[in-house]
């Protein structure tokens, strides 16, 4: 792993495989670390010969975590467009001119805003579980939202209790949830870093951006939509947006499939990716 000065932060980024082979840079979601990209998942990348870049967003992981006193007049510290920013210039620093994006949930957003914004940067695109930023598609259950949005614990075994108690609500019902697993990394996770301060900046990011639907109809790029059709987190709607939107799209949804991705999907999604990528490299 090595910290990358980027837009006026730093980012925690971790690379694997073999710098010759086609790079694809994973973007993780709301309150995500790189270390929600599993090993065994990038592993599989690795083997279908693809150079994996992972990194923490801003106020995340050990990269920066934004100081709020320096936060605009607005109130609002940073945009998706930031998010963005940082992941094209995070490719600049490692002298990569474009790469296949793949984002997931909030990084299914900046991806979208990457394409959006840099398609330069952009060889093909993987929206995974996110939406379009659009009224009425993709909206979480009433029950999530009740269970999500409450002030965190103080302690750290409260702080496990709780997220484990989260991780089981968006957790895929078609498949097993080992909570012995679960519970180690949520404890990885908070040991590498807490904070859930960077959490709601990034939150704000995402409540505060504009409706990408229009945007996403000019893009001209191979894309792929992946969902579960059981996400109670972001409704499948907000996939089905998401693909009708792009018109150079395929539409995968997953039977059983919530908020995560499940262990025994990895081979289907890597899968997905690879033929993505093929279609752009055509």
Same mark, same amino acid.
């Given at each position: 792993?090595?910290?990358?000065?980027?837009?006026?932060?730093?980012?925690?980024?971790?690379?694997?495989g073999?710098?010759?082979?086609?790079?694809?840079?994973?973007?993780?979601?709301?309150?995500?670390?790189?270390?929600?990209?599993?090993?065994?998942?990038?592993?599989?990348?690795?083997?279908?010969?693809?150079?994996?870049?992972?990194?923490?967003?801003?106020?995340?992981?050990?990269?920066?975590?934004?100081?709020?006193?320096?936060?605009?007049?607005?109130?609002?510290?940073?945009?998706?467009?930031?998010?963005a920013?940082?992941a094209?210039?995070?490719?600049?620093?490692?002298? =990569?001119?474009?790469?296949?994006? $793949?984002?997931?949930?909030?990084? !299914?957003? +900046? %991806?979208?805003?990457? @394409? *959006?914004?840099?398609?330069?940067?952009?060889?093909?695109?993987?929206?995974?579980?996110?939406?379009?930023?659009?009224?009425?598609?993709?909206?979480?259950?009433?029950?999530?939202?009740?269970?999500?949005?409450?002030?965190?614990?103080?302690?750290?075994?409260?702080?496990?209790?709780?997220?484990?108690?989260?991780?089981?609500?968006?957790?895929?019902?078609?498949?097993?949830?080992?909570?012995?697993?679960?519970?180690?990394?949520?404890?990885?996770k908070?040991?590498?870093?807490?904070?859930?301060?960077?959490?709601?900046?990034?939150?704000?990011?995402?409540?505060?951006?504009?409706?990408?639907?229009?945007?996403?109809?000019?893009?001209?790029?191979?894309?792929?939509? =992946?969902?579960g059709?059981?996400? $109670?987190?972001?409704?499948?709607? !907000?996939? +089905? %947006?998401?693909?009708? @939107? *792009?018109?150079?799209?395929?539409?995968?949804l997953?039977?059983?499939?919530?908020?995560?991705?499940p262990?025994?999907?990895?081979?289907?999604?890597?899968?997905?990716?690879?033929?993505?990528?093929?279609?752009?490299?055509?």
């Amino acid at each position: 792993m090595t910290r990358i000065s980027v837009n006026g932060i730093k980012l925690e980024v971790e690379v694997s495989g073999r710098t010759d082979d086609e790079p694809v840079l994973l973007i993780c979601g709301l309150a995500g670390q790189l270390i929600d990209w599993k090993d065994e998942f990038v592993q599989l990348l690795n083997n279908m010969g693809f150079f994996v870049i992972r990194f923490d967003n801003r106020d995340s992981g050990l990269s920066t975590h934004i100081d709020p006193t320096n936060s605009p007049k607005d109130g609002i510290p940073y945009s998706l467009s930031d998010f963005a920013t940082d992941a094209s210039l995070l490719l600049d620093s490692l002298g =990569i001119c474009s790469a296949h994006i $793949v984002g997931a949930s909030m990084g !299914g957003m +900046i %991806a979208q805003v990457l @394409a *959006i914004e840099h398609p330069e940067k952009v060889k093909s695109l993987v929206s995974i579980m996110s939406n379009t930023g659009a009224t009425g598609v993709g909206a979480p259950n009433n029950e999530i939202i009740g269970e999500i949005f409450v002030p965190p614990p103080e302690s750290r075994d409260e702080v496990v209790e709780h997220e484990l108690k989260i991780a089981r609500l968006i957790s895929s019902p078609g498949y097993i949830f080992d909570e012995v697993a679960e519970r180690d990394y949520i404890i990885e996770k908070y040991e590498r870093s807490y904070d859930p301060q960077g959490v709601v900046r990034q939150l704000m990011a995402i409540l505060y951006a504009k409706d990408r639907t229009s945007d996403l109809r000019e893009l001209d790029v191979p894309a792929a939509v =992946i969902h579960g059709k059981a996400d $109670v987190l972001v409704n499948v709607s !907000g996939g +089905i %947006a998401t693909h009708e @939107a *792009i018109k150079n799209s395929t539409l995968h949804l997953f039977e059983g499939m919530s908020h995560d991705i499940p262990r025994e999907l990895y081979k289907d999604i890597v899968d997905i990716i690879d033929e993505n990528a093929k279609r752009a490299n055509k």
